[in-house]
Each structure stands twice: as structure tokens, then as C-alpha cells.
């Protein structure tokens, strides 16, 4: 490990923080000051929150990391990283100007977007720092599955301020995160917020909270003055003076000058204290009462090398530092987005030893620092990742059936047939926030067990579920925390880099608790991971449980979200194309959708617990061929029911998704009666039909051409027919249909809370019954 490394002296590493500290204001005011954005609007930038952790950072990038290691920065800490991986030589100097512009340096750590290194994405305060607490998860099931990969630490740099977020503590407190030795996270402790200086410290709480959870907690609190000087006679006063100041008078000291340092400090003090620092310059006084360890960079390293020391659990380190170290601005408590002045930045760089000339230059490598600096570079570097033969997921495991059947039930049975598969079967893992046996995981949990670090008794043993926990087992389980399933998904989802080897992650929870773990579901797509999730059951056709678990908006949320696929099948066939598909597409990213278009990122499946009769699609893929059909499954529709072309004859079409496609087949049925042609079309994917419709169309915008209808609507659509739309769903999700097709449309869905009562009673209430459709039907003909 690195710290077993020699490293140079302290006044090296002290160089390096000052040349980062400068890189990293520089970086921000050149943002405001040297480039006008001619919009009105400000750049902006946090100076004084990335002053905070220069120390830290310097120390854990050229003292402490090794090159397999894996670091989220917190969102404001931003440019500190892009100067530090500029000093590195991992980032061009041509970006150091090109903060929050287009193409340039992101406002926050980006994996994705950012031109450098960024192992995690933050912006999203408490995300970034439960992320590596997930990798690390993930890491150690790797492990225990493929084979130990290079050691890496899991270290997460956050503000203070992110720990009043409540995902912060489900994460720490979940049992799949416990035991991680690896795992170190460094708290910002500058007890300052956006809006204010904090009241009071709440480290007490915090260190007890996470004792808890069972992390090893560390605070590094004060510099190498103030703990010389509490060892000398007399210092045990100051040191209680100090430990019993208000926090908002202790942080007022840092933005007054070192007379009105004095008169403040020791107003009110105890004669001790007085004494102690009689005698003492006012300058001399003010640079003491103010020496905070989270600046220390000795004092830094010597807690991240305990922390190494620490094998068994995680560990948090409370660094006490002040908000703008070494800037005019330190310590204000308006500071959060205050910029330096031009004159101020002038006199810092002058400080510094730099001129205009050379204030972008790397520190000069024939220096002490500049050898030090090669050195790091070297040690930083990370291999070229592994040469895998791909996991090849068949089209489909052939699941068919003669009864009814809900998706819900054949999800866990497809996910049963890929498991037995060798090729397919290792690589499959699952999660669940505590509903993995409601959710249908119990047959795969059968064959390959429950994860666990260690081997576990079973006391109690269930003829149904076998719950053996192992090293072996696939499915990890989790404690209701939707927060933790998405955050969970997405270091599973980005194992393939974070560790070095791929997996297919399939999750479930209940449908409406997707929204629990929204933030934690667009920070996964956002980062760029693959996995499968299912939210079922879903909508009011779980009628009995009543409104507060039908779920209306989440279609919404599924063809919105990017980087996500929102599916939602009908019939059991219909899924486990499209189950296949997305795993294929998990595995192989980059991999063409059924229209040519490449696919990444997550796929949303969107279920029921309701039986459907499956001859209707059986009848389907009779008539158009199985290479067909399946074609326009993965497309997004295809058509369940064609009425055909017939002269003289009303003709209107009939779009459903999901458990309502037999209410759309009876009403159907009802408007043949009464001598209508009702074409039904079965809708797999609003999302894949959403994105080949806009497709089109902003190709026709860009070229200045006409949009043409894609291939995906033309298959399975009539061109010419009125539309009714129907799901179980708010009506909005599939009302873009009429604009598409270029055709009156109407809407029928869930635009109110459900309540208690049968499936038959909440579709009549919310007109999703097959008399509403066909009510619907003719009044999409009156419009034509």
C-alpha cells in the first residue's frame, strides 16, 4: 500500500497544496473573469469549499493513493481534483479555462462528462459519498465470485453539511455495507453550510451514529501548534476554552484581523488562558487559535494510515478545517459562493511565486516537488482493464404457457431459466430492498442462494425459500431502503469498470417506491451503469392494497429518465424477448436495438401481478411469424389484433400497455359488434417508440427536411385511424401517440389516487373498463 511507500518531506507536500490551492481558485476565477458567457447569467464556482480540502486532497493524491484506488470528490471540491489530475499529467492544460463551459471541466465531478479522471459522479449531495460504500459492496462480491482483483480503498470526500442527508444513514446503517474495510470516508468539517455558519457542532451525534453502524470513526482536530501548545503548562485551559466555544464565534475569528483576533478570542476567558497567551504577538495569537488539523497534512496521513490499519469495518474521519483556508475570504460566513477579486487573486498568485506568464505552468520537474510530483504520476497510473470474452444472453429461454399468467411470474421464471444457464448464469446477480420473495426472486434465490461475506447458519428453515447465505449466493439482500437498491444497481451496474468485471444486476421493489429512490435512480443512469430493474406490481390493478401503493406516475418517470428503457409487456413470451434483450444489451454495451439504434444504460420493466390469458399473443405470433414479431416486440409494438382493411367500414385502433391489453381486446370485440374495425396494438416499449418518433423528428429539424414516421409506428400502427390510448398509468404517458401518428386521439389512464377495491372496480372508476373504450373509440371517430 502506499502508505508503506517512502514520501518526502512535509515541506514538499506543502509546496504541491499551495500550487493546487492556486490552480483550483485560479480555475474558478478564470471561469468569471476571463471568459464573458454574453448570456447575463453567472458562472460561479466555489472557491472557498474547494480551499477547504486542498490539504486533504494533496495528501491522499501524492502521499497516499495507489493507482487501483477509487475516490469520490465532493461536488464543490471539483476544481481541486482537476488541478490535482492537471499536476498529475492527466488532464490537458487547455481545459483549466474551460470550467462549466460547453465541452469543458463539469460544475461537479463527472464520470461521464468530465475530459479527466473521475471515478464517481457527485452533485447530488450524500449520493457521492454512498457510492464507493456500494462499489466497495460490489468489490467484495467480485471477489468472492471471479477471484480477488488488485486491492483498492474506497474513499469518499464529503462536506459536513451532506450528512444531514437521510440516504447518508441508510447507507451507513444497511448489513450489505457492513464490514468494509476498504472503505474510508473524510468529512469536510468546516461546520459551514450554503446559507450560514452552523449552529453548534454536532460531531457528538455523528461519531455516535456511525459507532453504531460499527465504523471506525477518527478526528483530526488540531494542527501540530495548538497540540504543542495544549502539552505545555497551562494549555489544558486553552484547550477547554476553545472545545466549550460557541461554533459561531470560534468561526468569526478567521475573518478578523489578528488585534480583533485577540480582543475576541479572549473576551469572557478564563485568567489561565489569559495568561497563557500574554505576551504573545497578535499575529502569532491569531495564527494559533486558529490551527486546524484537517490543514495538517502529516496529521492527515497519519489518520488515513490508521485507517488502512482498520481491516474489519469502515472508517470515517472528521477533519476539522475552515472554509477558504489560505484565501482572503477563510472563514466568512457569506463565503459559499463568494468570489476572490481580481486584486485579490493578483496578490495570491503573487504569494505563490507565479507571474501571468507562468501561473498555468505544472510545478517544474527538475524541482524537489516537481520530482516528487513524477513519481506520484507513476504510482497513480492504472492498467489497461481485462480482455473478456463477452457473456453471450440467448434471445430468449422459450417460456411459454397454457394458463394465464402475470409478468410478475414470468420475470422470475425467465430470471430461473438464465440462471441455469453457464455462460449467462454466474453473472447474474440480485437485489431487493427487502421484497425480493414478494417480487417473484424466490425461484433464482432457490438455485443460487443469498450473498454473504461469510457462511450462515439457517435457523429457520423455509420449505419454500431456501435461504442459505454464502459466498456463493447471487442475491443480495437489503434492507427497505429503495435509496440503497438504486444506489446498489448502479455499482453493481458499473462493475465492468469500478472492478473489473462485468455483471448482469437484476433489481425489484414495488412499483410506486421507485419514487423513494428516484435520486438514487437518476444518479445510476446519469453515472452511466447497466442493470435491470422491476417495478412490480404496478398501478391501481393492484387494487385490494389501495392508493398509497398504486403506483400512476412511474411510466412517466420511466420514458423521461436518460439513459433508461421503460418496458412494460403484456404477455409472458413478450418478456422474455425483452428481458433477454435488455440483458444482452447490459452485457454488450453499445449494442444495437431492434432499428440499428444503439442501446446503454438502465431498462425499466414495469409489472403485474394480474393473470392474463396468453392466447391472444399466441394467436399474434401465428400470424405474423416469430422473426417478425419479435422485431416489433423489441421495437416497442406490434399489432395484437388486426381488423384488416375494409371499404365503407369506420375503422379505429386501440393502443394499450401492460395489464389493460384485455380490457382492449374486449372492447374491440364490442365495436366489431357494432360494426367498427378496432385494431389493437400491444405497446412493449413507449419509451423505444417515443425515442424512434423524436428520432425522426429532430433529424428533420436539423436537416431542414421533413420528419419521416419511423419504422417501429408504421409497422404497427394504422397510419389513418383515430387512436385510443389506454393504461393503467397516468393518461399523459401515451397521449403523444395522436400527435405521432398525425391522428385524433383519445387518452384513458389514472389521473387520481386509486383506493381499495377489485381491479374491476378501480378500472370502472378511473373509465378503463372495456365500455369506457369503447366510448373512447367513438369519440376519437367524431373527431377525425
Not at 490499519?309 to 466568512?332: C, E, H, M, Q
Not at 418517470?557 to 433508461?564: A, D, H, I, R, Y
Not at 428520432?695 to 389513418?720: E, K, V, W, Y
Amino acid at each position: 500500500m502506499s502508505s508503506e511507500r517512502p514520501r518526502p518531506d512535509t515541506k514538499v507536500l506543502d509546496e504541491i497544496a499551495q500550487r493546487v490551492l492556486w490552480l483550483s481558485t485560479r480555475i474558478v476565477d478564470s471561469a468569471n473573469h476571463d471568459r464573458g458567457a454574453g448570456d447575463g447569467v453567472k458562472v460561479g464556482g466555489h472557491q472557498a469549499s474547494s480551499a477547504s480540502l486542498v490539504s486533504a486532497m494533496t495528501a491522499l493524491w501524492f502521499a497516499h493513493l495507489d493507482g487501483a484506488d477509487r475516490v469520490s470528490v465532493k461536488p464543490h471540491a471539483s476544481p481541486v481534483l482537476h488541478a490535482i489530475n492537471y499536476l498529475l499529467g492527466g488532464l490537458d492544460k487547455s481545459y483549466l479555462s474551460t470550467l462549466r463551459a460547453k465541452g469543458g471541466l463539469q460544475s461537479y465531478p463527472s464520470r461521464t462528462k468530465d475530459p479527466d479522471q473521475v471515478d464517481f459522479s457527485t452533485g447530488s449531495v450524500g449520493l457521492g459519498p454512498a457510492a464507493p460504500l456500494f462499489a466497495a459492496a460490489t468489490r467484495r462480491y467480485v471477489d468472492a465470485h471471479f477471484g480477488a482483483r488488485p486491492a483498492s480503498r474506497f474513499i469518499a470526500l464529503l462536506g459536513d453539511a451532506e450528512l444531514d442527508e437521510g440516504n447518508i444513514w441508510e447507507a451507513v446503517s444497511d448489513n450489505a455495507t457492513q464490514g468494509l474495510g476498504k472503505v474510508m470516508w473524510i468529512v469536510d468539517f468546516n461546520r459551514q453550510s450554503l446559507d450560514r455558519v452552523v449552529p453548534g457542532i454536532r460531531i457528538h451525534q455523528w461519531r455516535a451514529q456511525f459507532e453504531a453502524a460499527g465504523w471506525h470513526v477518527l478526528e483530526v482536530k488540531w494542527g501540530p501548534r495548538l497540540t504543542a501548545a495544549y502539552g505545555r503548562p497551562g494549555g489544558a485551559g486553552l484547550e477547554a476554552w476553545i472545545d466549550a466555544m460557541p461554533n459561531e464565534r470560534y468561526q468569526s475569528l478567521f475573518g478578523l484581523e489578528p488585534a480583533a483576533v485577540r480582543e475576541r478570542f479572549l473576551e469572557g476567558a478564563p485568567h489561565e488562558v489569559v495568561t497563557f497567551l500574554e505576551g504573545m504577538p497578535d499575529a502569532d495569537l491569531a495564527t494559533l487559535v486558529t490551527d486546524l488539523g484537517g490543514h495538517d497534512i502529516d496529521a492527515m496521513l497519519a489518520a488515513y494510515a490508521e485507517c488502512d490499519a482498520v481491516t474489519d469495518r469502515p472508517s470515517v474521519v472528521f477533519a476539522y478545517t475552515v472554509k477558504g483556508w489560505g484565501l482572503p475570504i477563510a472563514g466568512n460566513p457569506r463565503n459559499h459562493s463568494a468570489l476572490l477579486t481580481t486584486e485579490q487573486v493578483d496578490d495570491l498568485r503573487t504569494r505563490i511565486g507565479l507571474t501571468t506568464a507562468t501561473e498555468w505552468d505544472r510545478i517544474d520537474p527538475t524541482s524537489e516537488a516537481g520530482q516528487w510530483v513524477g513519481v506520484r504520476s507513476q504510482i497513480m497510473e492504472r492498467p489497461a482493464p481485462t480482455r473478456r470474452a463477452p457473456i453471450s444472453v440467448p434471445v430468449s429461454t422459450e417460456l411459454r404457457s397454457a394458463k394465464p399468467m402475470s409478468t410478475q411470474e414470468a420475470f422470475g421464471r425467465v430470471l430461473v431459466n438464465l440462471s441455469r444457464d453457464d455462460s449467462v448464469g454466474k453473472h447474474l446477480v440480485t437485489t431487493a430492498p427487502d421484497v425480493a420473495t414478494s417480487t417473484n426472486l424466490a425461484g433464482f434465490i432457490n438455485r443460487t442462494g443469498v450473498f454473504a461475506p461469510e457462511e450462515k447458519r439457517t435457523w429457520s428453515p423455509d420449505p419454500l425459500v431456501k435461504w442459505t447465505e454464502s459466498p456463493a449466493g447471487q442475491h443480495i439482500e437489503l434492507g427497505i431502503s429503495e435509496m440503497n437498491l438504486f444506489l446498489l444497481l448502479g455499482q453493481l451496474g458499473l462493475s465492468w469498470d469500478l472492478s473489473d468485471q462485468p455483471l448482469l444486476p437484476v433489481g425489484t421493489l414495488y412499483d410506486p417506491f421507485v419514487l423513494r429512490g428516484l435520486d438514487a435512480f437518476v444518479y445510476a443512469a446519469y453515472n452511466g451503469a447497466r442493470f435491470v430493474v422491476a417495478g412490480t406490481p404496478s398501478g391501481v390493478t393492484l387494487a385490494p392494497e389501495g392508493g398509497a401503493h398504486q403506483s400512476t406516475i412511474t411510466a412517466s418517470v420511466g420514458l423521461e429518465l436518460p439513459n433508461t428503457t421503460l418496458i412494460e409487456p403484456a404477455y409472458a413470451a413478450a418478456l422474455d424477448w425483452l428481458l433477454c434483450d435488455a440483458l444482452a444489451h447490459v452485457a454488450d454495451p453499445g449494442r444495437a436495438d431492434a432499428v440499428g439504434q444503439a442501446q446503454d444504460g438502465c431498462y425499466y420493466f414495469r409489472l403485474t401481478t394480474r393473470p392474463l390469458d396468453q392466447a391472444p399473443f399466441d394467436d399474434a405470433r401465428a400470424r405474423i411469424g416469430d422473426a417478425t414479431m419479435r422485431r416489433q416486440v423489441l421495437a416497442g409494438a406490434y399489432r395484437l389484433v388486426d381488423a384488416g382493411q375494409r371499404d365503407g367500414i369506420p375503422t379505429v385502433q386501440i393502443a394499450a400497455s401492460g395489464a389493460v391489453v384485455p380490457e382492449a381486446l374486449a372492447a374491440a370485440a364490442e365495436l366489431e359488434d357494432e360494426g367498427i374495425a378496432a385494431h389493437v396494438i400491444d405497446v412493449t416499449s413507449l419509451d423505444r417508440l417515443y425515442a424512434a418518433w423524436q428520432r425522426t423528428l429532430r433529424q428533420g429539424i436539423r436537416t431542414a427536411t421533413t420528419p419521416s414516421i419511423p419504422g417501429a409506428l408504421r409497422a404497427a400502427f394504422d397510419m389513418r385511424a383515430p387512436i385510443v390510448t389506454v393504461h393503467d398509468a397516468s393518461s399523459h404517458a401515451m397521449a403523444w401517440l395522436g400527435s405521432a401518428l398525425g391522428v385524433p386521439a383519445v387518452s384513458l389512464g389514472v389521473d387520481s389516487f386509486g383506493q381499495s377495491g377489485t381491479v374491476n372496480d378501480l378500472y370502472e372508476i378511473h373509465d378503463l373498463t372495456p365500455g369506457s373504450i369503447v366510448n373512447g373509440a367513438l369519440a376519437a371517430l367524431a373527431l377525425r
